[in-house]
Nanobody, 115 residues
Framework: QVQLVESGGGLVQAGGSLRLSCAAS????????LDWYRQAPGKQRELVAG???????NYADSAKGRFTISRDNAKNTVYLQMNSLKPEDTAVYYC?????????WGQGTQVTVSS
């Protein structure tokens, strides 16, 4: 059974950077699609960025030019580098792995951006 664990969240001032990590156990992240989502209080969970097994990436408009998703196969970890953070980026960030019938979520990591 694949388990995902996010880390790297925290409190940062507007304009700052954070790098989130999504580490997997029980399976390889490279087998499927790994997405980062976020959910702010009172809002729906939204897709932020994704990377496929063939390293194709996509980003929400809000993330383009500021966030970068990448994967380290040796560490079985996917990263989300977030630069130029804004208060509206404040949310709990989750990673999600999908492959055939597999659909696994992590527990989330809090990102708070102060103005």
């Amino acid at each position: 059974q694949v388990q995902l664990v996010e880390s790297g969240g925290g409190l940062v001032q507007a304009g700052g950077s954070l790098r989130l990590s999504c580490a997997a156990s029980g399976g390889r992240l490279s087998i499927g699609r790994l997405d980062w989502y976020r959910q702010a209080p009172g809002k729906q969970r939204e897709l932020v960025a994704g990377i496929t097994g063939s390293d194709s990436t996509n980003y929400a408009d809000s993330a383009k030019g500021r966030f970068t998703i990448s994967r380290d196969n040796a560490k079985n970890t996917v990263y989300l580098q977030m630069n130029s953070l804004k208060p509206e980026d404040t949310a709990v960030y989750y990673c999600r792995l999908r492959f055939q019938l597999l659909d696994a979520w992590g527990q989330g990591t809090q990102v708070t951006v102060s103005s």
